[in-house]
């Protein structure tokens, strides 16, 4: 495998240990770096490390140092850091199982994949594997990586093992203090259908492909076109305007609307059209007494 491990250990269930290597499963997605520049000269601006009244200074003579009072520091070196003992650092103790659905997606950080180190390895690997498959359960334990240790879920995920690192709690914002503002009410039945209409008209299999940063497409094609020496007129339009949008009056016109062909396409859904309420009887109006003949 051409890639380099991030990291290079064990994981342990009770006495047993498989040797494995732990791979990034992600990476840096297209993005458009800017430097900054001195307008007149049109020259990059450099930053160098400098000590207050002594000037720049070199790389070598900087080491990592902890503020315990006020310009008191404690000074570390690399092996220091690198000395403090924790298990964690080689092995990956599954020390609990529990449903995948037990946890709320919002302490799930970053994904890597795990693989068997060597072939004698890859028995044991398999069995761990299909145990996590057949129970519908993620492992939990502890990991030391690049200078912290991180909680670790992992899971099966085709012939190999997902790990991911998951936040702590107290690295999560509770929902209650931003949410408590929110109403309770029960929503229209009517409207709520009409949403749930337009949700299953949309919905479909995820395929990350379909998917690219138009953004960074946008200012691609702004800085080829600059590169031409084209003039650049910025849209104003829109600027000033509260960026939420308008509010929508008619919020029940908005989902029919959506829907593309309003009430029948809910109907040809197979969603239930809300009754229509049936108009007051009018009263009879009533009638003047016959005149006499003269």
């Avoid at 609990?96 to 890859?122: C, G, M, N, R, T």
Wanted: overall charge positive; charged content about 35%; hydrophobic content about 35%.
């Amino acid at each position: 495998m051409a890639a380099r491990p991030y990291w290079r250990g064990q994981i342990r269930l009770a006495l047993v240990s498989i040797p494995v290597e732990i791979y990034s499963a992600t990476k840096s997605g297209a993005a458009v770096a800017f430097n900054q520049i001195h307008k007149p000269s049109g020259k990059r601006i450099k930053y160098e490390k400098v000590v207050p009244g002594i000037g720049p200074v070199n790389v070598d003579e900087i080491v990592k140092g902890f503020e315990y009072a006020k310009g008191e520091y404690v000074l570390l070196d690399e092996k220091e850091i690198e000395g403090v003992k924790l298990e964690s650092k080689k092995t990956l103790e599954l020390t609990q199982f529990v449903d995948s659905h037990d946890i709320d997606p919002i302490y799930f950080e970053k994904p890597y994949y795990v693989v068997p180190a060597d072939d004698l390895a890859e028995e044991a690997f398999i069995v761990l594997r299909e145990a996590l498959r057949r129970s519908r359960k993620i492992g939990l334990g502890q990991l030391a990586m690049r200078g912290r240790e991180y909680v670790v879920s992992v899971k099966a995920c085709g012939r190999g093992i997902v790990m991911e690192t998951l936040r702590y709690a107290d690295e999560v914002n509770k929902a209650a203090s931003y949410f408590r503002e929110i109403g309770d009410e029960t929503p229209d039945e009517e409207l709520l259908d009409l949403a749930t209409t337009l949700i299953d008209k949309k919905t479909g299999k995820f395929d990350a492909s379909e998917f690219h940063d138009r953004y960074v497409d946008a200012l691609k094609e702004l800085i080829e076109r600059k590169k031409k020496g084209k003039t650049i007129s910025i849209d104003e339009e829109g600027e000033g305007k509260d960026p939420r949008g308008s509010n929508v009056v008619d919020l029940m016109a908005a989902l029919k609307n959506s829907l593309g062909s309003g009430a029948s396409a809910k109907k040809s859904s197979g969603a239930k059209a809300a009754p229509a309420k049936k108009a007051a009887p009018k009263k009879a109006a009533p009638k003047e007494p016959a005149r006499k003949r003269a």
